[in-house]
């Protein structure tokens, strides 16, 4: 948990390179950089021929990072860039793999005609350093080959551990200054860890960096967890455990290292989730059997009932601005999509397809609602806030629970195998292609994206 | 279903008594009493079965009824059901003294939140029919695990319906 707390601690704006005296930690908005006003359609961003650069260095000396000495660590940091934009099928990235090795001094001053003469389109390039006091300053710059001009740059000054963020911020700058979408690399998920077979399995609370680093799990599997919910601050987790025997929620301070039952109530709590602005935690709660809705602040007190339909209304999603609750309710005979304002008042169904139509998740962006669509099988699906232009995403067995991306371009989804009831966290582009399984330890589910890190 | 599974192991204690007593011809005395007489003391069938009033007593009495099974999606009692829980109610009447949990359970063809709310209401519904019967509330508490605890492990039909259940566990 203390290294969480570290976090909170970094310094963006520290200087860039030391040829270079003021710097911004993103670029600024009129730098024209070519692509972003064109390109809106991923399979265009495809066709790029980006080079990505192992990240240069001034000195080889010893870092206290996993990755060893500075000019490995620049590697590393090359490679996680690459990675990202490989797997998420952003890019087709190159490197570092196989490519020319900038030195120091020409990572602000790019050799174009060695990259023209590639066929490089985009170049990545970038460096690492060590400060007298221990801590990293890691740069980043974009450049255009056939322009022969600068796109982007930042720099981060950090403290060792955290070296994998500034690739992460990196990656979102190259995303971003060539998509014109908003960044999503430097964000966390939480999930539940699978093991075991399907009639005894352990299911324990887990946390990952968004490629699947960083791997680290926050319950022993003592009592079952499910359900997990990063508060938009990173600072605590609203999930269910069995731990007192009947399913309850609980916020987990990741900074205490404590938690607390977010009711005192003997009923049994479902289906947390945070409001965008942490201030608020929906969740659901079963008594005699009807399990409405409630809101409750983050910090505790008393509850407000927001749903009183006899049946199981149930989880609830914001819309980004906190206005509305996109939630599923049975009060029509079968789950169905519903929308409230955030009070609780005017309800009305949204959903009207065949099948049932649950675990509705507004987009960080707003235009859309993400939700499992079960009509046959189990699908991820979105739709437009009002019930209108239905489209599915996945075609599996039984794919379930999308949660966004906090830049609303991707979705992840749990995946569960046919009889042995496997499960895995995966996920899928807006255009539903472009699917593919995180890394996870073991089986993963319930999978929950946090939004960019500060 | 399950009373000759009860009755197996207790018959197999006494086969073992019986290996022990055959093979310990050199110390007759020290033996311990033999067990078949001190259990035949009890009146009846249940001779060699568990303690009266116990959780293992209930499960052999009840023959499987000590677990009810529901429609996709539905939590209503139907007569198979009230059949069931009419004699659990006359054993926990029987047993004043006993408490009970009834679990509600649901197949995995549902998402995760909502299994978990529907398995609540599957576990009132049996908890108001054992309340409608005469069994006091408050020796009743109920607890959902949605999909978490499948009892049959294929993903079928015949599986799902399985699953879709609310078991009734006395509490010794």
Redesign the interface.
Known sequence: MKKLLMFAVLAFSAPLAAQESAQLDIMDEDDGGGLQVTVTDDSLWEDLGIAITSFATDRDVPTSTNAGSTRALGRALSQVIADNLRNNGLFKPSGPAGLPQPGYTQVPAPDYPVWSLRSTDMLVQGYVRVNPNGRLTIGCYLYDVALQQQLGKAGWELPPEDWRRAAHKCSDMVYSRLSGESPFFDSRIAYIAETG???R?L?RLAVMDSDGANHRYLTSGQA?A??PRYSPDYRSIVY?SYLN???SIYVYDLEANRQRLISRSNN?T??PRWSPDGRWILY?M?I????DIYRVSANGGQSQKLTNAPG?D??GSFSPDGRQIVF?S?RSG??QIYLMNSDGSKQRRISFYGGRA??PEWSPRGDQIAF?H?AGG?RIAVMQPNGRGLRHLTNS??D??PTWAPNGRIIQFFR?Q??S?RASVWQVDLTGRNERRLPTPVGA??PAWGPVRP | MSAPLKIGPSVMLLAGSLALSACATKAPPELPPDPGPATTTDSGPRTLGPAPGSQADFLAQLQGDDTIYFDLDRYNIDAEDQAALAKQAQWLLRYPGKRATVEGHCDERGTRDYNLALGERRANAAKNYLSGLGVDQSRLTTVSYGKERPIALGSNEAAWARNRRAATITID
């Open positions: 077979p399907k009639d399995r299911k079952t499910l359900t269910l025997g009947n399913p049994p479902f289906a659901s079963a005699a059997g009807n399990t199981i149930i989880g599923e049975d079968s789950q649950a675990t499992t079960m189990f067995w039984q379930e629970a569960t046919r009889n009831g589910s319930d």
